[in-house]
């Protein structure tokens, strides 16, 4: 069974610049998560893709955006950088309405905006 | 709106210690999910365990155990003979009842545990 990866681990950006971050999900899985972690809090929750489409969406403005592909990987896209970006970039995959739908996380991107 | 409460912000015991790491939640669902997972240095998050609100059977998983008060709303999480390769932040989280539609996981701020040899 393959597990969550995330591509690339590190990534450096400047302010203004855009940025996307990939994912593939575990197999088997046909839902993907994303969530900010800043330096020292918890998760955030991003949004949520099933079947293609945005189907859930936390606090955060519409410069962050995403996909989700046919075969359920995803790109979490972030335009116009600011500084306060910099945050551990997690992807989680799970499955959805089979009852135990408990997410599973990727090792992370870390993006840093200078 | 749901909030995960994890007051410890960092623990640090010596091995072969008892450890327990609170965690207190507030939701107005009646339905719900709770949730532990581990962050090594490495930082992937590690899944742990999942409750279910409806189920308030405690549960151990070798020297994890968890338990769930619904009376208190507290999920408290305990590591009992804990050994070095427990040091992590340990994460809280809760995600409401969906019914298929789509809901993110709320977590707390995390407890930073360290086992000290």
């Known amino acids: 069974e393959t597990g969550v990866t995330q591509s690339p681990t590190h990534l450096i950006k400047t302010r203004g610049q855009q940025v996307t971050l990939r994912c593939s999900s575990q197999?088997?899985?046909?839902?993907v998560s994303w969530y900010q972690q800043a330096l020292g809090q918890g998760p955030q929750f991003i949004f949520q893709?099933?079947?293609?489409?945005?189907?859930g969406r936390g606090n955060f403005p519409p410069r962050f955006s995403g996909l989700q592909f046919p075969n359920y990987s995803s790109e979490l896209n972030v335009n116009a950088l600011e500084l306060d970006d910099s945050a551990l970039y997690l992807c989680?995959?799970?499955?959805?309405?089979?009852?135990?739908?408990?997410?599973?996380f990727g090792p992370g991107t870390r993006l840093t905006v200078l | 709106a749901q909030k995960v409460t994890q007051a410890q912000t960092e623990i640090s015991v010596v091995e072969k210690e008892d450890v327990t790491l609170d965690c207190v939640y507030e939701t107005r669902d009646t339905t719900y999910y709770l949730f532990w997972y581990k962050q090594p240095p490495s930082g992937e998050l590690v899944f742990l365990i999942r409750?279910?609100?409806?189920?308030?059977q405690n549960e151990i998983s070798g020297r994890y155990s968890w338990n769930f008060q619904k009376s208190t709303s507290s999920f408290n999480f305990t590591i009992t003979a804990s050994q070095v390769v427990d040091s992590a932040v340990y994460f809280c989280?809760?995600?409401?009842?969906?019914?298929?539609?789509?809901?993110?996981?709320?977590f707390g701020k995390g407890t930073h545990l360290i086992i000290q040899p």
């Open positions: 409750r279910n609100s409806f189920d308030e």
């Open positions: 197999s088997g899985h046909n839902t």
């Open positions: 989680a995959s799970s499955l959805a309405n089979s009852g135990t739908d408990t997410q599973y």
């Open positions: 989280a809760l995600r409401r009842y969906s019914g298929g539609g789509a809901d993110g996981l709320t």
């Open positions: 893709y099933y079947r293609e489409e945005e189907n």
